[in-house]
Structures are given as C-alpha cells and as structure tokens.
C-alpha cells in the first residue's frame, strides 16, 4: 500500500491500525518535514531526528553556526540573503568559490565555481530562486582540498556509537567525470580514515554536535551522517545528512552483525546505551546499476533479469524497481545496487562486478570503477 509520507495523519493512522511499533524514516524531506515529531506526539518511536535536530541536513547555514558556537573544523564561511550582499562577500573569498543553497535541494543545491564570473552567475541564479525557497539565502565557504571520505554514528541524543565509514562516487562517470548524481556506488570501511583520524572525528566534530543540540534543547536521534574533508590539517565537516545515505547504507548494512530492528529501537528509546553494534572486518562494496538517462531523465520500463547475481554471496538491493505483469523492470533513476563483501576492496569490488555482469539490464549503466583509488593503493602496498 502506498503512503503519502507527507500526510502525517494518515501515516500515524496506519500504525495505529497496523500495530507499527517502529518507525525508520529513511529520506531527509518527511525529516526536515517533521513527521517524527508527529509519530512521537501519537505515541509511536521513530528511528530518526526531530524536526528541530533535522536542521542539520535541512540548513547548510544552520550547521555552519552549530560549527562555529561549538569550534567544529569546517570551512570558513558567511551566510548570504540577498544577491547584493552575497556578490559583496565573494571578495572575501578566493576562487574556486563553493557557494551553496541553504535548503533541500536533492544535492543539488553546491556549486564549485572556478571564476568570479561563474560565481557571480550561479549566485544570481541561486538568488533568483533555481533551488526555489532552498536558495532564499546562500552560505558561501572557503574551498577545502583532500579526500572525501564519510563517517557515520548512532545517537540518541546522549550515548553515541560509531558506525563506521563509507566512501561514495558522486560523479555519473568513471574517473569521476560528468554530472553529480546521489551516488553511483561504495566501499566500506574507508582505509584513509584511519581509526586514529575517527578517533578526531568523534572527538572534534561528532561528540560537540551532539552535545550542543542536546544543550540548546533539540537532542539529536537516529544516525548522523558526517561528510568530511581529510585536510592536510586534519578532518573537517562537508556537511551532515540526517539518515544512512544511499549507497552508503547498503555497504554498512552488508557489514552489519547486530540486529539492526533492536538497534534502532534503542536508539528511539533513548536506551542506546545498554546495546552494542559490531561491524565485521571485511570490506563491502556496492555498484549502483543505473537507468540509462540518469542523473537526467532516467528511461523506465526496461526489462531486467537478474540471472545468478547472488550465487556468490553478493546482494542486489532493489531501489528504483517494479514488477510489471510479473516481470522486474526500471522505475527510477538509480535502479539496484549490487553489493559484496571481501577480504579487500580488490576482491569486493571483483565479487559486485562478478555479480553486475550476471544481471540482464540493457537500459541500464553503471560505472566500472567504484572503489578503484583503493585498489591503487592496495596494489601499491602489495609491490611494498
Ligand atoms: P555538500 O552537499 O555540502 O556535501 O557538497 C557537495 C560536494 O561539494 C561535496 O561532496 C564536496 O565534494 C564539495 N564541497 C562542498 N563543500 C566544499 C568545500 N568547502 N570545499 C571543497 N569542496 C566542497
Ligand atoms: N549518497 C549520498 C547521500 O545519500 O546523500
């Protein structure tokens, strides 16, 4: 049955007559839309952040003043509302310049501009409403260099557990080249964040959050997300999002040896601290099968088999699929995600492609070289 996330009534009505005991929300709009506040006022428990906590996905400009109260490493930055006085403050910075709408903007919403001229236009469309309301103010940043990597922690509010780290591939294309997208694929655990550099994450950037906004009287439940730059000075905040990412989820949850069901509903219940979450050693990686048109408009309908894909102990996670008269087709824009486990990341990037090539989608795409950084370096360490 099909819900309108967006119909608090309906959806608390539907756990009412269902017996629902916990709610996950998985996307960052019915969070920043405030239906755990809705859940919770019916007497339901939610695994995810109120709507006064989701500001830190909800509001680049919110999170960067968390940061700067709390002396969080991010980029420097100003916060802009109106055309005039973002061009103004642009003399502050140096190219390339990043700005950002403050809002939701399906991740896209941050632009890198290499000139004052590209900053200048993207700033006048910003401010001239391409995000619509997302782009009311523009948070302008300084540009931070190094590898992005992302850590992930449980909180409910109080206690906080690590939940290791994942590495994303933003770009449509191999090489990471050709538009953003949400992500066409992962690995986790990420080798460059070491435990020594998490050890700093927790430290300098998760631990102040969460005690902040447990100050400030939003305490913050469910699981943060931190995107980080690794700088030459240490890791520093991107950006929070208020959920397990995607693909980012599924490498986690293809590591995960805890009862995830149990987890969460501690987590809901504040009770966070009486469990313990193990992740197993070994490396996940998940290739996103796209598609064809993706990140514009995806083509739906195309036919997919997916043949002995999992013989080999990989998983294929549905995402943007349906069935039609009893055969799985396309219905989305990033269609599977085709994931595996291994000693390396060599060896699960060869078991998800292993798995890829035993799938029949011929309207589909993916990229050949999820993970292939890593396989660098591992090559590399193997020559000594
Ligand atoms: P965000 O949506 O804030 O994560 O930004 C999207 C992407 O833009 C990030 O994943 C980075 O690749 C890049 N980015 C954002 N902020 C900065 C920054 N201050 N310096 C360099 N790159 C950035
Ligand atoms: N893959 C990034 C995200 O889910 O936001």
Known sequence: MALDATDHGAVIAFCHEH??????????????????DSLRAAGVAV?????????????KGFT?????RADIPTAGYVRTSSLEEAR??????AAPYVLKADGLAAGKGVVIADTLEAAELALADMFGGAFGAAGAQVVIEEFMAGEEASFFALTDGTHIIPFGSAQDHKRVGDGDTGPNTGGMGAYSPVPVLTAALQARVMAEIIEPTVRTLREDGMPYSGVLYAGLMLTAEGPKL???????????????????ESDLAAVMLACAEGRLGEVAVALSDETALTVVMAAEGYPGTPEKGGTIALGDAEAGGAKVFHAGTALKDGALVANG???LAVSATGASVTEAQARAYAAVDAIDFQSGFCRRDIGQKEVAREAARERG
């Open 88 to 93: 103004a403050a642009l003399t502050r910075f």
């Open 64 to 68: 960067k003043d968390l940061c700067a």
């Open 47 to 59: 695994f995810g952040p109120s709507q006064a906590a989701a500001q830190l996905e909800g509001s």
């Open 238 to 256: 991107i950006e929070y999002n208020a959920r397990f990412g995607d693909p980012e989820c599924q490498v986690l949850m293809m590591r995960l």
């Open 333 to 335: 824009g990033r269609v």
């Open 19 to 36: 017996g629902v005991d916990l709610v996950v929300i998985g996307p960052e709009a019915p969070l920043v839309d405030g239906l755990s």
